[in-house]
Structure formats: C-alpha cells, structure tokens
C-alpha cells in the first residue's frame, strides 16, 4: 500500500514536474515571444518619432512658409469649412486664424458673401481645376478694395477631391492703376482731339506770329541802337570784357583813362591795374563769371601812369560765352570826402577824451595863473624872484594852449567868432612865430581884403602853426612866404585835393623853400600825433597841424597842403568870406582900455573855491566891490536881498558848470525873472560848449574862458558894461 | 512657504545662473529666500552656474543639487541643450540642517555614516532630502560605468541617525556617458559627494514611486555566483548566455544600460497578483566585454538571491506616471493639506527618447501640477531613493515624486 501510494505520488510529482517544466516552457516562450514584440513595438516607435520629427519640422517650415507670405491662404474641407488659415488671412479679416478653423467664410463677411464663396469651391471640386477670380469688397473705411483669389481643389492620394486651398492677394492698387491708366488713356484721346484742333489754330495764328516777329526785329533793333547810345554817352566808363580781354568801350572809359577805344580793345582788364593787384583783379573775374555780379572799389591805372579811384558795378551779360560788362564810375571825389570825414573824426574822438578833463584842468590853471600873476603885482623887484613867476606863468600859458589844443579836436571847442579882417591878425602872428629866428618873413594882402567870421585865438594859432611847420623845415637861414589873397572857388574852380561849395573865400599860403614832405607822407600829416621832427616839449608833439586843421575846419574852411622832397612845401587856408561885407581894418579893432567909470558892484558864483577866492580879490584890485557865492541858488538868494535892500548888483560872473547844484544858465534864468535887466557874464573851461560860443543868444552880456587872468576879466566886465553904453 | 521655479537653457553659465535665480525669485514673489534646490545639465560649468545663483540670492542661503541629465519644470522639460532649472523656496516654518560628505568613491557607507550623524546630531526631521554622486567611474573600453551604491551609503545614513525618518533623493547622472557629476553642497560645489537636507516644520512630505517593469515571464531565477554588482550566474548557467537565448541574439550586449530588461526582485507575495510597488528593480548596465557577466546600477543582491527578468513597460509607464500624480495631489488635498511644492526625481531611462514612447511620462505629472498650480522642479537622476516596503531604498526605471504640503 505504501509502496503503491508512493508510486502513485511519484506519478503525480513527475507529471506534475513535466506539467511545470511545459508551462515554464510556454512562459519562457511567451517571455520571448513579449520581449520581441516589445522590441518591434519600439523599434516602431522609434520609426513613427522620427515621423514624427520630420512631420513637425516639416509643419513648421510649413506654417513659417504659410505665415510669412503677404498674401491670404487658406485650405477648405469639401463644406468650405476651414481647416488652415494664414497669418495674412487673419489680419485682412481682424480675427485670430485659430478661431477661424471650422468656421466658413460667413463669419468673415457675411452670408451674402459666403454664399458666393461656396458657389466657387463647388465649382472648383467639380471641375477639379484652378479657377482665378477677382472680388470686389466695400469698404467703409478705406473704400472699394479689390482681391485676386486663387482656388485649387486639394486631391487625396486616390485622386478624390476633400477640399479647396486658396490664396488671395489685394489688387485695389493694381485695379487702381489699370483705371486710372484707362481713365488717362481717355484722357489723352481727348487732349489729342483737342489738341488737334488747337494746333490748327496755332497755325494760323504762328503766321500772324511770324509778321509780328518780324516787326519785333526790327523795333529790337533799333532799341539796339538806342542802348549802343546809351552805352556810347553813358558817363561812367562801361567796359565789355571776356575772361579780362577787352572786347569794347564807350567814350568815357577813353577819357577817364586817356587810351584810345583801339588801345583798350587791344588791352585786357588786367592791363588796368598794377602788377601786384592782378591775382585780385583775376579773383574778382571768377567771381563774376561764376554768376555773381557784384560791386567794388578799386583803382585803374590811367595811360599817364596815374590812379583813377572807381567803383565797378560788374555782371555777366552772357554767360555762355562769359561776357562780363563792367560799369566803372569816378570816385575820387567822393574818396577824398571820405578821408575828410576819416580824418574829422579821428580828431573828434581825441578830443572828447581832452575835453573831460579840460573843465577841471582849466579850474586849476586859473587858480595858478591868477596867484602867479597877483604875486607878481605884490612882489618888490629887489626880491629878484619875479623871473622865475614869470617862466611859471609861460609855462602855464603853454599848459593853456595845449588844453585849448586838445579841446579843439572835440566836437566842441567852438570857435567864438567875431567877423573881422584876418590880415593884420596873420601878419602879427607870423611875425610874433618868427620872433628871435633868423628865418624872415614876406608877407603880402590883398587890398580890400573880405571879413571873416573867426576866432582870433584859434586863427592865431594856425598861423603860428603853419609859420613854425614852415620854418622848422628849413635848416638855417630862409624866406617864408605869407599870402592873403580874396579867391572865388566851388564849381568849376576848384583846388586840388579839397573840396568847396561854390563862394567866397579868403585864401591864405604859408610857403617854404624847405626840405619837403614825402609824398607817401602827405595823407596823414594831419593827423594827431603824426611829425617827422623828433619828441619833446611842446616841439615834435605832432598836435600842431591837427590842431590846425581842426580849427579851419570848425571855420567851415578848408586847409590843404602842397610839398615836393627839395623844393618846399606850400600850405594854404581856405576860410569863407563873411556875408558882412567888407570893412575898413581901421575900424576893425576896438581898444578897450577904460577902467570902470565907477565902482560896479559884482556879484561872483564859483564852486571852486580856491578859484572863487582868486577871482574875488583880482576883482577887487580892478576896483569892484564884490560877493561870493558857491551856487546859483545862493547867488540868486544873494541877488535877491541885494535888491530888496536898494542895493543891487550891477553885474554878475556866473559859473556854466556847478556839479551838484544850480549852473549859470539855470541862475540867470531865476535872475532875469527878478531883473530883466541883469547882467551877466557867463565863465566855463568849456569853452566848446554852447552857451559860451553864444552866450548873447542865452543871454549874457559876455563869456570868459578859464583859466583866466586878471586882465582878461578887466577886458570882459569893460566890454560887456560899455556895451550897454555904446 | 512661497517657491519660485526658475528655468533657462543656455550655454552660459553665468547667465543661466543669473537668470534662472532672477526669474525664480519673480515667479515665486521671494524676498528673503531660505533654500535653494538647483540642477542643472552636466557639461554646464557648474561652479559658474552656482556662484551666479548665490550673486542673485545670497551667498548665505544654501543650495543643493547638482548635475542633472535634464530639467522638469511645470512649463519646461529638457534634456537636450544646456537645461538648468531652480526651486527658490522661502519658509519662515520650514527647519533645515544641511550636511554634505565627499570621498563617496572610497566607501560608500562611511559617507553615509558622516551624513547621518552630521545631519542628525542637530535635530530630528520629517524627511532627509539626499543626493549624491552616482558615477564612481565612467565607462571604459573594458569596463561598463561602475556605480556609487546606495544602498551602503543609505545603510550608512540609518545607522547614524535611525530608520524612521524617511530619504528621499537620487543618484546624480550628469548625460546618458555616465560623465562625472558634481554635487552643490549648500556653499560649495564637489563631486564624489552626498548632500543632505534634514527637514523639519509646518509641512508634511507625501510621495509615490512611479514604476513601469512588469514580470517578463514570471519565471524566478535564483543568482548562482555575483561579486559586487557583477552577476555572473544565475541557476548555475553564465546569465549571459540566458539572456542571449531569451533575445534570441547578442545584439544586447552592445547596449548601455540594457533598454529592455531589468532584474527585479519581489518583495511582495511570490505568485501572488503582480502589484507594481513591490517589486525592485535593478537597470542592467551593460555586460562585461567578453560575456562573463552582467553589471547592475546596484550592488545589492547576492548569492541565493531570486529575481526575475522584468520587462520595461512604456505604456505602463506612463500610466502610471499619471496614476499616482493624480493620486498624490488627490491625497494631498484630501488630507486638507495645500501643495506648497513637487518635486519629480525621474530615471533617466524614462525619458522618451530612451524609452521610445511618442510621449513623455513627466508631461502626465506636469499636468497634474499645473491644474493645481503648484510649483514643480523636477530633474533626470541616474538613481532614485526613496521608502519602499517600509525602507528607504535606491530605486532603478522609476520616478520619484514629492510634494511638500501645508496645513
């Protein structure tokens, strides 16, 4: 029994044994047979990735391709519903390409629209061929807008029609074009028709034209030969030129420059100037050529070797050919005004530097001059000090004159004229110039010489000028020639150099056999601080012809000079003759010699005081009874009480210029409202200014120039209560 | 807690590092950061990469990491290029100790005994975050790439500071060589290291395994003669000729790792029903030049020991990638808990290119995270670590995926 379940066990356990060994057979198959698959399966996999790689790279390039064109492109299943819309289609329609996927075309303009669209994808399937159609939209916005669209049907691999692509592109510009080339094309048809009939016209009317023409010729010529006279007696030079080479000239160019028309025709514009100019002259017929006309001074250079100063207008007549007219007009005239008017300013602008200062320099040298000249009255001879006041005094006299000099460039330093004969007063101060030289004079007048308007001072020394220029130029021993002579000048009779209105004038030389002035000097010798002598003193300052100049110049005259380098040297002054006629000379001085006939009583405003004081005692010592006052309200106060007590002032001396206070002008205003009758003499260190060049308009009965000495106001008061006399 | 994913992919390293930390620290509103997680791709100039992440965030705050296969964010996912990504977290509840220990390549368990009782000498944690060096060396001519081993290491980590807290981690791969990888360890940068991360605080750490090998044929094969991770016999025959005769070619042999077959060993009832988280599997990494034997990811199995050829399983795979996606983030919110942050350790071997699947499995857990938004970092390992059956364990083929929940 045992022995047979044992059998039978070890049956089961074999059969059991084989049926694991078979199973595990069979799982090891299907292990394998798991294992493979899986292998296929990703060996699959890795195919349908790669697929998938190359189907993504190519959508992409796709949709990079799709999205980046401009036109609109589309693809439709086989209900136009869409399955792919660009980037372009988008935009055209305002809505999201991705939105539009399943959509039809009726959500982009309307069922109308759609249902035309559809028509032409049916057709497009049907006939399974590309159709091109043109839309035409309307537009609210931007008007009629026109679309080419271009519908291919989409076939699948079995050649059966799914759906249609298409793509749009907007052709409004092109359809624009195309009618607007249409409407132009009408267009010119018309102007062709018209113009036709207008150049039948134009025919008829050229033969009218032509006979008008011929009668225009014909007036042109002879408005030729009105210019060519105009050109002939033009009296500015006119010059035709092309690139400098002379090609005509009128008649005045032949005079101005003293050629022959055939000589300057056989000349060019460069033979018109000096050497040295021509690059300029060249300079200046580029620009010309190169079309800008233009306007200049320069100098022509006459046969004779001499200057002509001109102003040239020049332009290009014919610019083909270059042809350049050329107008020169005559200057020097107007040159030599200019470099009067120079040469006046320059000394006005010296001058208003001198005549700031003169009112206070003036003041001091009153005070000095006065205190030398009372302690000479004062001093006893045995002191043997007098000579040295008396050097002191010359040198302020000098200091005095040279204040006068300066003031004198200034647009003040008005002459204080009295019309009287000039030969007597030219005489003596050439002589007095002459004093203690062995230089000699000759001197002649005129008879009848005319009266002049002038200020003996300043006429006194431009003759001492002129006479000490004249003798300084003549080393040692010499005879200077001194004329007055009546002369009519301005119009044709005119002086070299200087330039006169028409009248009378008296002309007064100055000659010397001198050294000479060299000619390249004589245009500034009568500049300031110009000499050809050495520096020092009052000698070689170089003020003495200006100061000439200057004073002739304020006497509306004239003074030119004439020199040649070891001959001599002539200058002459031209002064106008008064309107008062002519004078006996006799008569022509008044001595004032009286002392007053009683003790006047005067009234003194100064506000320097030194000068006050000063002015106070040389009155007194004149034997006038005198008052001081700073101001001219104090001196109007005083004038005032002076009547009031029955004691009034016979006359007052009253100060122009008061720095912060009342003036003379301004007291003798207020002393004429109390006394119509008042005297007064005005006083000022400017003696520029106008109340002291016309003090009897203002209302003074004279005028004293500081600095002053004690006979001078002797002189003045004289003058001034005789006047009332006489 | 407040995290911010960062992520660029750009040959410069200083500009990934810069820009990665920058958009981090906007994305996830970070003011004062307290931690950082970092990976980036393994031929990135680690050290640069590193030093622009502490320009942008600090030097002080320690950052863990390192090299990384590829990079998983919820809106990236990469292993191609110069991938680098970083999980800028700021927590004024969350508690860390950070601990790293290099000279891994000389003794595995040494290490993990240093990183144990460096870490837990401190204090206790809810979970230790781990990585390390993977590569002990690369693949030669004579030789496939011999492995790091983590189960000494890990063995090393418990016996330091006890069993109860839970490692989840990985085992750097830095590129489908097995190049040499690099470890961020909190301050500085080095390879052949592990660093750790004990965490403590107001959170809970939930996390699954995601598999993907299924038994081949069910057959259990007991392993004969084995030294180290070299298996050479299994039921007394070379394994090599076996696995010849069940492809039917040596066409395998030419293939590092193996992309089909697995070892793995049941932990679970042995013919009971096939349930996927009892089962551990160890990558074949190559055979021996001349057929003697087969290298494992893993040195862990001996003599005696009964395994089965199981079969990588693509579409499995991914099911249940987003099985237990789902299930996580369906447990987390059940538990009343919000989901501060995932983060999804994933074999390397799981990638589509590696797999062949027309998908990627990280895409079903990318998903899930983004329709909660949640913030996800997640990298390529070359090995996983995480509990399985009541252990920590390294883990082959599978993915790891943790959240860190608030309550």
């Given at each position: 029994?045992?022995?047979?379940?044992?059998?039978?066990?070890?049956?089961?356990?074999?059969?059991?044994?084989?049926?694991v060994?078979?199973?595990?057979?069979?799982?090891?198959?299907?292990?394998?047979?798991?294992?493979?698959?899986?292998?296929?399966?990703?060996?699959?996999?890795?195919?349908?990735?790669?697929a998938?790689?190359?189907?993504?790279?190519?959508?992409?390039e796709?949709?990079s391709?799709?999205?980046?064109i401009?036109?609109?492109?589309?693809l439709?299943?086989?209900?136009?519903?869409?399955?792919?819309v660009?980037?372009?289609?988008?935009?055209?329609?305002?809505?999201?390409?991705?939105?539009l996927?399943?959509?039809?075309?009726?959500?982009?303009?309307?069922?109308?629209?759609a249902?035309?669209?559809?028509?032409?994808?049916?057709r497009?399937?049907?006939?399974?061929?590309?159709?091109?159609?043109?839309?035409?939209?309307a537009?609210?916005?931007?008007?009629?807008?026109?679309?080419?669209?271009i519908?291919?049907?989409?076939?699948?691999?079995?050649g059966?029609?799914?759906?249609t692509?298409?793509i749009?592109?907007?052709i409004?510009?092109?359809?624009?074009?195309?009618?607007?080339?249409q409407?132009?094309?009408?267009?010119l048809?018309?102007?062709?028709?018209?113009?036709?009939?207008?150049?039948?016209?134009?025919?008829?009317?050229?033969?009218?034209?032509i006979?008008e023409?011929k009668?225009?010729?014909?007036?042109?010529?002879?408005?030729?030969?009105?210019?060519?006279?105009?050109?002939?007696?033009s009296?500015?030079?006119?010059?035709?030129?092309?690139s400098?080479?002379?090609?005509?000239?009128?008649q005045?160019?032949?005079?101005?420059?003293g050629?022959?028309?055939?000589?300057?025709?056989?000349m060019?514009?460069?033979?018109?100037h000096?050497?040295e100019?021509?690059?300029?002259?060249?300079?200046?017929?580029?620009?010309?050529?190169?079309?800008?006309?233009?306007?200049?001074?320069t100098?022509?250079?006459?046969a004779?070797?001499?200057m002509?100063d001109?102003e040239?207008s020049?332009?290009?007549?014919?610019?083909e050919?270059?042809?350049?007219?050329?107008?020169?007009?005559?200057?020097?005239?107007?040159?030599?005004?200019?470099?009067e008017?120079l040469?006046t300013?320059?000394?006005e602008?010296?001058?208003m530097?001198?005549?700031?200062?003169?009112h206070?320099?003036n003041?001091?040298?009153?005070i000095?001059?006065?205190?030398?000249?009372?302690?000479?009255?004062?001093?006893?001879?045995?002191?043997?000090?007098?000579e040295?006041l008396?050097?002191?005094?010359?040198?302020?006299?000098?200091a005095?004159?040279?204040?006068?000099?300066?003031?004198?460039?200034?647009?003040?330093?008005?002459?204080?004229?009295?019309?009287?004969?000039?030969s007597?007063?030219i005489?003596?101060?050439a002589?007095?110039?002459?004093?203690g030289?062995?230089a000699?004079?000759?001197f002649?007048?005129s008879?009848?010489?005319?009266?002049?308007?002038?200020?003996?001072?300043?006429?006194?020394d431009?003759?001492?000028?002129?006479?000490?220029?004249?003798?300084?130029?003549?080393?040692?021993?010499g005879?200077?020639?001194v004329r007055?002579?009546?002369?009519?000048?301005?119009?044709?009779h005119?002086?070299?150099?200087?330039s006169?209105q028409?009248?009378?004038?008296?002309?007064?030389?100055?000659?010397?056999?001198?050294?000479?002035?060299?000619?390249?000097l004589?245009?500034?010798?009568?500049d300031?601080?110009?000499?050809?002598k050495e520096?020092?003193?009052?000698?070689?300052?170089?003020?003495?012809?200006?100061?000439?100049?200057?004073?002739i110049?304020?006497?509306?005259?004239?003074?030119?000079?004439?020199?040649k380098?070891?001959?001599?040297t002539?200058?002459?002054?031209y002064?106008?003759a008064?309107?008062?006629?002519?004078?006996?000379?006799?008569?022509?001085?008044r001595?004032i010699?009286?002392?007053?006939?009683?003790?006047?009583?005067?009234?003194?405003?100064?506000?320097?005081e030194m000068l006050?004081d000063?002015?106070?005692?040389?009155l007194?010592?004149?034997?006038?009874?005198?008052?001081l006052?700073?101001?001219?309200?104090?001196?109007?106060?005083?004038?005032k009480?002076a009547?009031?007590?029955?004691?009034?002032?016979?006359?007052?001396?009253?100060d122009?210029?008061?720095?912060?206070?009342?003036?003379?002008?301004?007291a003798?205003?207020?002393?004429c409202?109390?006394?119509?009758?008042?005297?007064a003499?005005?006083?000022?260190?400017?003696?520029?200014?106008?109340?002291?060049?016309?003090w009897?308009?203002?209302?003074?009965?004279?005028?004293?120039?500081?600095?002053?000495?004690?006979?001078?106001?002797?002189?003045v008061?004289?003058?001034?209560?005789?006047?009332?006399?006489? | 807690?407040?995290?911010?994913?960062?992520?660029h992919n750009?040959?410069?390293?200083?500009?990934?590092?810069?820009?990665?930390?920058?958009?981090?620290m906007?994305?996830?509103?970070?003011?004062?950061?307290?931690?950082?997680?970092?990976?980036?791709?393994?031929?990135?100039?680690?050290?640069?990469y590193?030093?622009a992440?502490?320009?942008?965030?600090?030097?002080d705050?320690?950052?863990i990491?390192?090299?990384a296969v590829?990079?998983?964010?919820n809106?990236?996912?990469?292993?191609?290029?110069?991938?680098?990504?970083?999980?800028?977290?700021?927590s004024?509840?969350?508690?860390?100790?950070?601990?790293?220990?290099?000279?891994?390549?000389?003794?595995e368990?040494g290490?993990?005994?240093?990183?144990?009782?460096?870490?837990s000498?401190?204090?206790?944690?809810?979970?230790?975050?781990?990585?390390?060096?993977?590569?002990?060396?690369?693949?030669?001519?004579?030789?496939?790439?011999?492995m790091?081993?983590?189960?000494?290491?890990?063995?090393g980590?418990?016996?330091?500071?006890?069993?109860?807290?839970?490692?989840?981690?990985?085992g750097?791969l830095?590129?489908y060589?097995?190049?040499?990888?690099?470890q961020?360890?909190?301050?500085?940068?080095?390879?052949?290291?592990?660093?750790?991360?004990?965490?403590?605080?107001?959170f809970?750490?939930?996390y699954?395994?995601?598999?993907?090998?299924?038994?081949l044929d069910?057959?259990?094969?007991?392993?004969?003669?084995?030294?180290?991770?070299?298996?050479?016999?299994?039921d007394?025959l070379p394994?090599?000729?076996?696995?010849?005769?069940?492809?039917g070619?040596?066409?395998?042999?030419?293939?590092?790792p193996l992309?089909?077959?697995?070892?793995?060993?049941?932990?679970?009832?042995k013919?009971?029903?096939?349930?996927?988280?009892?089962?551990?599997?160890?990558?074949?990494a190559?055979?021996?030049?001349?057929?003697?034997?087969?290298?494992?990811?893993?040195?862990?199995?001996?003599?005696?020991?009964q395994?089965?050829?199981?079969?990588?399983?693509?579409?499995?795979?991914?099911e249940s990638?987003?099985?237990?996606?789902?299930?996580?983030?369906?447990?987390?919110?059940?538990?009343?808990?919000?989901?501060?942050f995932?983060?999804?350790?994933?074999?390397?071997?799981?990638?589509?290119?590696?797999?062949?699947?027309?998908?990627?499995e990280?895409?079903?857990?990318?998903?899930v995270?983004?329709?909660?938004?949640?913030?996800?970092?997640?990298?390529?390992s070359?090995?996983?670590?995480?509990?399985?059956l009541?252990?920590?364990?390294?883990?082959?083929?599978?993915?790891?995926?943790?959240?860190?929940?608030?309550?």
């Amino acid at each position: 029994m045992e022995d047979d379940t044992r059998t039978q066990l070890a049956e089961q356990l074999k059969a059991a044994r084989s049926e694991v060994a078979h199973y595990r057979e069979i799982a090891e198959e299907v292990g394998k047979v798991r294992l493979r698959e899986t292998e296929e399966l990703s060996q699959l996999i890795s195919e349908l990735r790669q697929a998938q790689e190359l189907l993504k790279q190519r959508n992409t390039e796709l949709d990079s391709f799709i999205n980046n064109i401009p036109d609109m492109a589309w693809l439709k299943d086989a209900r136009s519903r869409f399955i792919a819309v660009n980037r372009a289609f988008g935009e055209a329609v305002g809505m999201d390409p991705k939105t539009l996927v399943g959509q039809t075309v009726e959500v982009c303009y309307g069922k109308e629209k759609a249902d035309a669209f559809r028509e032409h994808d049916r057709r497009v399937m049907e006939a399974g061929k590309r159709v091109v159609l043109e839309e035409r939209f309307a537009d609210s916005e931007n008007g009629e807008t026109w679309v080419e669209a271009i519908k291919s049907p989409i076939l699948d691999d079995s050649g059966r029609v799914t759906g249609t692509a298409g793509i749009a592109r907007d052709i409004s510009h092109r359809k624009r074009m195309e009618m607007a080339l249409q409407k132009a094309h009408e267009e010119l048809e018309k102007r062709v028709k018209e113009r036709t009939a207008e150049l039948l016209e134009a025919n008829t009317t050229l033969k009218h034209e032509i006979a008008e023409r011929k009668r225009a010729e014909m007036a042109l010529r002879k408005s030729e030969e009105r210019f060519r006279r105009l050109f002939e007696h033009s009296n500015d030079a006119v010059i035709i030129h092309e690139s400098g080479k002379i090609l005509d000239v009128n008649q005045s160019t032949c005079e101005m420059l003293g050629y022959s028309r055939e000589q300057l025709v056989s000349m060019s514009i460069f033979d018109l100037h000096p050497e040295e100019d021509r690059p300029e002259c060249l300079g200046k017929i580029n620009t010309i050529r190169a079309g800008r006309g233009r306007q200049f001074e320069t100098q022509w250079m006459r046969a004779d070797g001499t200057m002509v100063d001109v102003e040239v207008s020049s332009r290009v007549v014919d610019p083909e050919n270059g042809i350049v007219q050329g107008l020169g007009r005559d200057i020097s005239r107007r040159k030599e005004i200019q470099d009067e008017l120079l040469k006046t300013k320059k000394l006005e602008s010296i001058g208003m530097l001198a005549g700031g200062i003169a009112h206070d320099y003036n003041n001091l040298l009153s005070i000095i001059l006065g205190s030398i000249s009372m302690a000479r009255e004062d001093l006893k001879p045995e002191y043997g000090i007098s000579e040295f006041l008396k050097e002191a005094e010359k040198a302020c006299f000098r200091a005095k004159n040279l204040t006068r000099q300066l003031v004198t460039f200034s647009k003040g330093g008005a002459p204080i004229k009295e019309t009287a004969p000039v030969s007597e007063l030219i005489r003596e101060s050439a002589r007095h110039a002459l004093r203690g030289s062995s230089a000699s004079l000759d001197f002649s007048a005129s008879n009848g010489a005319w009266l002049v308007d002038y200020d003996k001072g300043q006429m006194e020394d431009v003759i001492t000028y002129l006479v000490t220029n004249a003798h300084e130029a003549m080393p040692g021993d010499g005879v200077i020639k001194v004329r007055v002579e009546n002369v009519h000048l301005g119009g044709e009779h005119q002086e070299p150099g200087l330039s006169f209105q028409e009248g009378r004038y008296v002309r007064i030389s100055v000659q010397d056999k001198g050294v000479g002035i060299p000619e390249q000097l004589l245009p500034s010798i009568f500049d300031p601080y110009f000499s050809t002598k050495e520096m020092g003193d009052q000698k070689g300052m170089g003020l003495g012809l200006a100061t000439a100049y200057s004073i002739i110049k304020r006497h509306d005259g004239h003074i030119g000079v004439e020199s040649k380098v070891g001959v001599g040297t002539t200058f002459r002054v031209y002064l106008p003759a008064s309107e008062k006629g002519l004078l006996d000379e006799k008569d022509g001085h008044r001595e004032i010699d009286r002392l007053p006939s009683t003790a006047e009583k005067i009234l003194v405003m100064e506000d320097e005081e030194m000068l006050r004081d000063l002015t106070g005692k040389m009155l007194e010592r004149l034997g006038y009874e005198v008052q001081l006052t700073k101001d001219g309200g104090e001196a109007v106060g005083l004038y005032k009480a002076a009547m009031d007590a029955g004691v009034p002032f016979d006359g007052a001396i009253l100060d122009l210029t008061v720095p912060g206070g009342m003036g003379g002008k301004q007291a003798l205003r207020k002393l004429c409202e109390m006394d119509p009758k008042v005297k007064a003499i005005v006083s000022s260190g400017y003696s520029d200014d106008p109340v002291m060049t016309d003090w009897r308009q203002h209302g003074f009965v004279g005028a004293i120039v500081k600095p002053y000495q004690k006979k001078d106001l002797r002189e003045v008061l004289l003058k001034a209560f005789s006047d009332d006399d006489t | 807690m407040r995290v911010g994913i960062g992520y660029h992919n750009r040959q410069d390293a200083t500009w990934l590092g810069r820009h990665v930390a920058e958009d981090a620290m906007a994305n996830g509103a970070i003011e004062r950061p307290s931690l950082v997680l970092a990976f980036c791709s393994g031929q990135t100039d680690h050290a640069a990469y590193f030093n622009a992440l502490q320009a942008v965030i600090g030097d002080d705050v320690p950052i863990i990491g390192g090299s990384a296969v590829g990079i998983i964010t919820n809106h990236h996912l990469s292993y191609e290029g110069d991938p680098a990504g970083a999980a800028v977290i700021e927590s004024d509840t969350l508690l860390f100790r950070v601990a790293a220990v290099c000279d891994l390549d000389k003794d595995e368990k040494g290490a993990g005994q240093a990183l144990g009782k460096e870490i837990s000498d401190h204090r206790a944690g809810k979970l230790l975050l781990m990585f390390y060096d993977s590569v002990k060396d690369p693949p030669s001519a004579s030789s496939p790439p011999i492995m790091n081993a983590s189960p000494p290491l890990i063995e090393g980590i418990e016996e330091a500071m006890g069993s109860e807290v839970p490692i989840i981690g990985a085992g750097l791969l830095a590129d489908y060589a097995f190049s040499h990888t690099r470890q961020f360890c909190g301050s500085f940068v080095d390879s052949q290291c592990a660093v750790g991360i004990l965490l403590d605080g107001a959170f809970k750490p939930y996390y699954r395994i995601m598999h993907g090998c299924a038994p081949l044929d069910g057959i259990y094969h007991t392993i004969t003669k084995i030294k180290g991770s070299v298996v050479y016999e299994v039921d007394g025959l070379p394994v090599v000729k076996l696995i010849d005769e069940t492809y039917g070619n040596r066409n395998w042999r030419h293939q590092v790792p193996l992309r089909r077959l697995t070892i793995g060993v049941n932990h679970g009832e042995k013919y009971g029903p096939f349930e996927e988280g009892h089962y551990v599997n160890r990558v074949i990494a190559g055979s021996l030049p001349h057929g003697q034997g087969i290298v494992l990811f893993e040195p862990d199995l001996e003599e005696g020991t009964q395994i089965v050829f199981m079969l990588r399983d693509s579409a499995k795979m991914i099911e249940s990638a987003r099985k237990n996606a789902e299930g996580l983030m369906e447990e987390v919110l059940a538990h009343g808990r919000r989901p501060a942050f995932g983060l999804y350790i994933d074999c390397a071997g799981r990638a589509a290119h590696i797999s062949e699947t027309l998908s990627e499995e990280a895409r079903e857990v990318q998903d899930v995270f983004n329709r909660q938004g949640t913030p996800l970092l997640g990298f390529y390992s070359g090995v996983e670590v995480a509990p399985l059956l009541g252990k920590s364990r390294g883990l082959d083929w599978t993915g790891v995926l943790m959240i860190l929940a608030e309550e």
